[in-house]
Nanobody, 121 residues
Framework: QVQLVESGGGLVQPGGSLRLSCAAS????????MTWYRQAPGKQRELVAGSTSGGSTNYADSVKGRFTISRDNAKNTVYLQMNNLKPEDTAVYFC???????????????WGQGTQVTVSS
């Protein structure tokens, strides 16, 4: 019932910027955490950035100082502002959220479908 939809990916030159969005929809009671992962070709999926409802954020070392995660609770949306992009940032970026449904007892984890980010000249 709950769905996560990412958007904002695309092709950008090295040093450029993109802003990804992840909107959660469905019978949502509470969103406890929203997180961004990425998976490059031939590599495992890795954590990029995350945020909690309490305002805590965390980032992978490789993106600290370049990426910023933020949330709009009114829209059930999390954003990932990506600046100074590098070719090694090329990957499919996935939204991952911990959400409790309206009639749910405990929170559950949900994945978005992913959005492609390609950094190339």
């Amino acid at each position: 019932q709950v769905q996560l939809v990412e958007s904002g990916g695309g092709l950008v030159q090295p040093g450029g910027s993109l802003r990804l969005s992840c909107a959660a929809s469905g019978s949502i009671s509470s969103i406890y955490a929203m997180t961004w992962y990425r998976q490059a070709p031939g590599k495992q999926r890795e954590l990029v950035a995350g945020s909690t409802s309490g305002g805590s954020t965390n980032y992978a070392d490789s993106v600290k100082g370049r990426f910023t995660i933020s949330r709009d609770n009114a829209k059930n949306t999390v954003y990932l502002q990506m600046n100074n992009l590098k070719p090694e940032d090329t990957a499919v970026y996935f939204c991952y959220a911990v959400i409790r449904e309206n009639r749910g007892t405990i929170p559950r984890a949900y994945w978005g479908q992913g959005t492609q980010v390609t950094v190339s000249s």
